[in-house]
């Protein structure tokens, strides 16, 4: 049984949806929730399967539960509260109290481990592997710790997992979605290259592009020819979590070598840019969620910036971003100013940026999109 931890009742709102949208995947560990319970894949099986996890009779009932969880001394709960708070003194307290704690599991089968792997902190994490935890652990998505330290681009807690024997090749939320896939999915170099020392798995494309790896490019897209079927292979995942669209990535070679773009500019990787529109990259595809302007201005990666404009990028090109909430009509400096990367709106100004377009869901310039982030130093230099 999954212990409820968290006191917000719209969290477990947020955990149905995402289970739901990681069974439409065809994740194994979601899907088999659904087995269990009997449900259809439809928001309200998704609430009836996390009530159910959690050994409740329903939504209502589960919601009930959830209600009293302020005075529960379940030490799953206050475990929780611990690794939440980064009080490791607390946390040792529920261990010496409850040392069986380190191997239960929560919500969609989140355990403390991969929680305070969430909470980027490497004492909770650390006291957790020396009580027991189980770094291989994976939730109902089918995420590890080391996949969340991955994402975030903690080098250091990536480290202290690798050490403690945490599994490279597993993967998340569809085939290939391993930690290093994770890591470039947000271009995060430092964990990606640290986990790719380790091992190279998925061996594709986009991989290729997000390492800069000029020997694997020019294997899986020779200059005299067409993108090789292994360029494409392990593209099952291409979302890190529900809050992005659907969607099913095709062994379309076009597309193969599209994505791999967006995927070398937010690492800033412009040698593997050149060689990718070399090979035939369309230079502003939107394959998934962003073009390659669009992910290297949201990542701040200047570089990249001058190297997709000086391959043909259009400044101004609209496009997606994000989940279907976020991003319509976006241009690359709208993401730049979000983001608060100075730098590349001001690269993208130089470059003949239009500061006055506005996008299709909210109707905001860059620089509205700037004041509403926080971003005070991107919306002061659009104003200027």
Do not use: K
């Amino acid at each position: 049984m999954q212990h409820a931890y968290h006191a917000d009742p719209l969290y477990y709102e947020g955990r149905a949806e995402g289970l739901l949208a990681s069974a439409q995947d065809g994740t194994d560990g979601a899907a088999a929730a659904f087995a269990r319970a009997g449900a259809p894949l439809t928001a309200a099986g998704a609430r009836a399967v996390v009530a159910a996890e959690h050994g409740c009779d329903g939504w209502a009932d589960l919601l009930e539960h959830v209600a009293a969880l302020a005075t529960s001394d379940d030490p799953f709960v206050l475990a929780y509260r611990a690794v939440e708070a980064h009080d490791v003194d607390g946390l040792t307290a529920v261990l010496d109290a409850s040392p069986g704690v380190v191997g239960e599991v929560g919500t969609n089968g989140n355990d403390l481990l991969g929680m305070a792997a969430y909470t980027c902190d490497e004492r909770t994490v650390a006291l957790l592997l020396a009580r027991g935890a189980d770094v291989a652990h994976r939730n109902a998505h089918g995420w590890t710790a080391l996949h969340q330290a991955a994402s975030a681009g903690l080098v250091p807690l990536t480290r202290l997992l690798l050490e403690a024997g945490a599994p490279v090749g597993v993967a998340a939320r569809g085939a290939g979605g391993t930690p290093l896939v994770v890591a470039l999915f947000w271009g995060q170099t430092g964990t990606a290259e640290l986990l790719a020392s380790r091992s190279l798995a998925p061996r594709n494309l986009r991989v290729a592009a997000g390492l800069g790896d000029a020997a694997l490019l020019d294997e899986l897209l020779p200059a005299a020819g067409a993108a090789t079927p292994d360029a494409g292979v392990g593209r099952s995942f291409y979302r890190p979590h529900g809050g992005f669209p659907a969607w099913t990535p095709s062994d379309d070679p076009a597309e193969v070598i599209d994505e791999a773009l967006a995927w070398a500019a937010r690492s800033d990787r412009v040698d593997a840019l050149r060689t990718l529109v070399e090979g035939g990259a369309r230079v502003d595809a939107d394959v998934y969620r962003g073009t390659a302007l669009a992910w290297a201005a949201a990542t701040g990666r200047v570089a990249a910036i001058q190297a997709l404009l000086a391959l043909g990028a259009s400044v101004d090109a609209r496009g997606t971003f994000g989940g279907p909430g976020h991003g319509e009509q976006v241009t690359a400096l709208h993401l730049a100013a979000q983001s608060g990367e100075t730098a590349a709106v001001r690269a993208l100004l130089t470059a003949g940026a239009d500061p006055t377009l506005r996008d299709a869901l909210y109707d905001g310039t860059p620089g509205d999109w700037a004041a509403h982030a926080g971003a005070d130093e991107a919306a002061a230099l659009l104003r200027g």
